[in-house]
């Protein structure tokens, strides 16, 4: 059976001590929730910290003997951790820097280096619970550096890591110092998720300016494995809210609400105290709707629910300071004898009172200014499952909103949007409420939290299982000695190499990458074994080629297949034309006009657009309406447009590095065939050569080549072999 391992900052019990007694109180948290309803075919196991800190050695001993029962596993915490790990560099670096107030961030070395530290201690607690087979998930901004340090010590094992904070854009992220070291962190990690796909493209930014790994539909090369990152919105446990226990309204607080509710329209306001949350700008906005429309005044209250979080840091102090006065005020300048605008709770509610509170609620106004998912607008929308009555007012800001289409999308800096917004919720009528309700809902139905554990999981298996089919292609020591011995043992031998990307590595300037003494002794080791026939099938231009690599005497094709060197003599293929090359020319210079860092590469029968100096999005723009241009003007020719390692080059169509294979093919009977490209124009080399070649794409690209290298030091090392 395939095991489970969950790592996260919290176990799913607390651990409290009461009148000397470990006592030990289950979390309820949306994690726990969804992470239990995996299935039974994961056997799972826990690693947090308990929530306590624990000095006593024969207590620790108790603890960890009792929680292992049920596969949970502590990692214990010292005073001075919790402070400078958790309070200090994770929640006064990382939270305040990831949800844009760097006002309140604070950069201090001390708090680093506690977080590296909790973070190598938890991976000595983890490193020994692996087994081989078991797909290990990390979770969330305290334990960024974890996933790198169980991958040195299991390089194979199958490691996923989930965000639940919003990921910032690249121009705030890049303000972070040791934000190179979080992010090798983070890609430690076989498979990262985040809430939304603002922040899994703000993460994907960062790394390749960051740490150079450029992505491909969200799948990057991190040396020797495929990453992928991808979007994976948490939902909750529906029925839950959609359908609580009838014992929850008993209580009397339940029964309070209610009552309330019958003798106004109630707008609900539930949050952790945070910055984040934007509870001073929601408070104003509402004293706005209550000055611009006083008819609503003693008719509407906002029960507005504060619960307490990180009380002895100064930002929240002062934070909870300011809401305290802003209530005050507007009670003070609003209120009569007969109704309070807002009724203020500075404390948490039972789960039964909380529901009753959504249930008779006509409005939840949740406003955060940053909030990575936000699950109280979800609970709010399964609440109403039952009486279809209820309006979702949700900031654009929350991660919620790119589910939620059917709410009421507010600016939470906007007052008057909110105003407006309040306007159109009080007013809306019934079928319309049922309408949105019911969108949003089928929604939570089918995205529940257990759904999201699901695909997560199942899509790190898929990824763990196509990363053994990497590793079955990869070729290794034994089938290195296969390659060789092949070779050796053959008397007519056609080796056909690629260059760029292959040879020689990419660099900004194309003319940069001339080749070194290493790869021409290797190309003329190669070439002087008798009955070999060396072969470099290049895109590059004829000219260059010449230059660099003419006097070894090998057999060549330039620009893909347009130009071919054999027997010590260049022939281009017969009737290709170059009338076209004027008004592709001209599109070209206008890109590199309005596209700075870009720039032109003219060949013989081609032209080609780098732009590999400038930003990857902007490129990939031009791109797209580079291409748009070229359908239009290359209608009545018989062109073709390549693309390329950040180039895209057009010249005559029916010629490519597979015909041109062709024609080296058909020289003579050879009894070892051997390929290795880097990029989609050495597929059709591949395609051209029979089952028995040995094809290597280089790189972890999907292919038909037969095996994989990892990279142009691979390639160097592998050819090396057939030298010695």
Request: glycine share 6%.
């Amino acid at each position: 059976m395939s095991r489970l391992v969950i790592i996260s900052n919290r176990l799913p019990v607390t651990i409290k001590k009461e009148a000397g007694d470990l006592i030990y109180h289950p979390s309820a948290g949306g994690l726990a929730t969804g992470l239990n309803s995996l299935d039974e075919s994961f056997d799972k196991i826990w690693i947090g910290w308990p929530g306590q800190d624990i000095k006593d050695e024969w207590e620790r001993e108790t603890v960890r003997q009792d929680l292992k029962k049920d596969g949970l596993f502590p990692v214990f915490l010292t005073q001075e951790q919790i402070e400078l790990y958790y309070e200090g560099y994770s929640n006064k670096t990382i939270w305040p820097h990831f949800h844009y107030f760097t006002q309140y961030t604070s950069y201090r070395d001390h708090y680093w280096e506690a977080y590296k530290q909790v973070n190598r201690q938890f991976a000595d607690e983890v490193i020994p619970l692996i087994k081989e087979g078991d797909l290990v998930w990390v979770h969330d901004y305290q334990l960024m550096l974890l996933p790198a340090m169980i991958r040195e010590a299991y390089p194979d094992v199958s490691i996923g890591f989930f965000l639940h904070i919003p990921f910032p854009s690249y121009e705030v992220f890049r303000i972070l110092p040791w934000r190179k070291e979080i992010l090798e962190g983070i890609l430690g990690a076989d498979q990262i998720g985040f809430h939304t796909f603002g922040y899994m493209r703000h993460f994907l930014s960062a790394v390749y300016r960051i740490c150079g790994f450029e992505h491909h539909f969200g799948m990057l090369t991190v040396g020797d494995r495929l990453v992928n990152v991808d979007m994976f919105p948490m939902g909750i446990d529906y029925d839950k809210y959609a359908h609580p226990e009838p014992a929850s309204e008993e209580s009397e607080t339940a029964q309070k609400i209610i009552q309330l509710a019958q003798e106004q329209k109630l707008i609900i306001s539930i949050d952790r105290l945070d910055y984040s949350k934007g509870i001073p700008q929601r408070v104003r906005a509402y004293a706005n709707f209550l000055e611009k429309h006083p008819e609503y005044r003693g008719k509407v209250t906002l029960v507005m629910i504060v619960v307490p979080s990180r009380a002895n840091v100064s930002q929240y102090q002062a934070l909870k300071q300011k809401i305290d006065n802003l209530v005050g005020r507007v009670n003070g300048e609003y209120g009569n004898f007969g109704w309070v605008p807002i009724q203020y709770f500075y404390r948490s509610l039972d789960f039964g009172d909380l529901t009753t509170l959504y249930k008779v609620a006509d409005i939840a106004l949740i406003t955060p200014l940053r909030d990575g998912m936000n699950l109280v607008a979800k609970e709010f929308i399964a609440s109403k499952e039952a009486s279809k009555k209820g309006v979702l007012i949700l900031s654009e800001m929350a991660g919620a909103h790119n589910e939620l289409h059917d709410s009421i999308t507010v600016n939470p800096q906007d007052r008057q949007d909110i105003t407006k917004a309040l306007l159109q919720a009080l007013t809306m009528d019934e079928a319309e409420q049922a309408k949105r309700l019911e969108g949003m809902q089928e929604k939570l139905k089918q995205h529940d939290v257990r759904n999201w554990a699901a695909t997560f999981i199942n899509e790190q298996k898929k990824l763990m299982e196509s990363q053994k089919e990497n590793i079955v292609k990869r070729i290794d020591r034994d089938l290195r000695k296969e390659i060789v011995k092949d070779y050796h043992d053959a008397e007519n031998r056609l080796i056909i190499l690629d260059y760029d990307g292959t040879l020689m590595p990419f660099h900004k300037d194309p003319q940069a990458v001339v080749p070194g003494e290493e790869v021409i002794n290797l190309l003329k080791a190669l070439s002087s074994h008798p009955g070999t026939k060396l072969v470099v099938n290049s895109g590059r231009d004829r000219t260059t080629l010449e230059n660099w690599l003419g006097h070894l005497g090998l057999d060549m094709a330039a620009e893909h297949g347009v130009w071919m060197k054999r027997d010590g003599k260049w022939q281009s293929n017969p009737g290709l034309t170059i009338s076209w090359k004027a008004k592709i020319r001209q599109v070209l210079e206008n890109m590199v006009e309005r596209t700075p860092g870009s720039f032109i590469e003219e060949k013989d029968f081609s032209i080609a657009w780098h732009y590999r100096r400038i930003d990857p999005q902007l490129g990939e723009k031009r791109v797209r309406e580079f291409r748009d241009v070229l359908l239009y003007l290359t209608a009545n020719d018989d062109l073709q447009v390549l693309e390329g390692n950040k180039v895209v080059e057009i010249k005559n169509a029916g010629v490519s590095k597979g015909k041109a294979t062709i024609n080296w093919l058909e020289e003579g009977k050879w009894d070892f065939i051997m390929a290795l490209g880097d990029d989609h124009t050495d597929e059709d080399t591949f395609k051209a050569l029979p089952d028995t070649a040995h094809t290597i794409k280089v790189g972890l690209d999907k292919s038909v080549a037969r095996y994989n290298l990892l990279s142009v030091e691979d390639v160097r090392r592998f050819l090396g072999r057939f030298t010695e």
